[in-house]
Nanobody
Framework: QVQLVESGGGLVQAGKSLTLACVASGGISSINVWKWYRQVPGKQRDLVAS???????TYDDSVKGRFAISRDDAKRTVLLQMNSLKSEDTAVYYC???????????????WGQGTQVTVSV
C-alpha cells in the first residue's frame, strides 16, 4: 500500500522557476534512491535527475546547471527545483523511489501519478 504523491506542477513562463515535490507513505522503512523522470507524448520516459541515500546527485545534460534535486528523509520527501525553464522542459514529470517496507524486505520501485509542467513563451 505504498503511495507516492506529487505536487507543484502547473503553468510557468519561460525563464522562471518551479518546484516539484513528491511524498511517500505506507509503512516505509527506508528509501535508497529517489528519481525524477519526464515524458512527452509520443516519446519515451527519460531520467531527469536522481539522488541516492548519501546525497550524491546525477542530472541529465539537458537540465544540468538549471535543476536541483534534494531529499528530506524525515518527511519522506523529494524535491525538484527547476530554474531557467525552457519550452522544451514541458512534459509530465514523475517521481520514482527505490524503497523497502522492512529491514528484511526486498527493495522495490514505486511511481508517482505524474504532474504536468507547461512552460509558455
Amino acid at each position: 500500500q505504498v503511495q507516492l504523491v506529487e505536487s507543484g506542477g502547473g503553468l510557468v513562463q519561460a525563464g522562471k522557476s518551479l518546484t516539484l515535490a513528491c511524498v511517500a507513505s505506507g509503512g516505509i522503512s527506508s528509501i535508497n534512491v529517489w528519481k525524477w523522470y519526464r515524458q512527452v507524448p509520443g516519446k519515451q520516459r527519460d531520467l531527469v535527475a536522481s539522488i541516492i541515500n548519501g546525497g550524491r546527485q546525477t542530472y541529465d545534460d539537458s537540465v544540468k546547471g538549471r535543476f536541483a534535486i534534494s531529499r528530506d528523509d524525515a518527511k519522506r520527501t523529494v524535491l525538484l527545483q527547476m530554474n531557467s525553464l525552457k519550452s522544451e522542459d514541458t512534459a509530465v514529470y514523475y517521481c520514482n523511489a527505490e524503497l523497502r517496507t522492512g529491514v528484511y524486505s526486498q527493495w522495490r520501485n514505486y511511481w508517482g501519478q505524474g504532474t504536468q509542467v507547461t512552460v509558455s513563451v
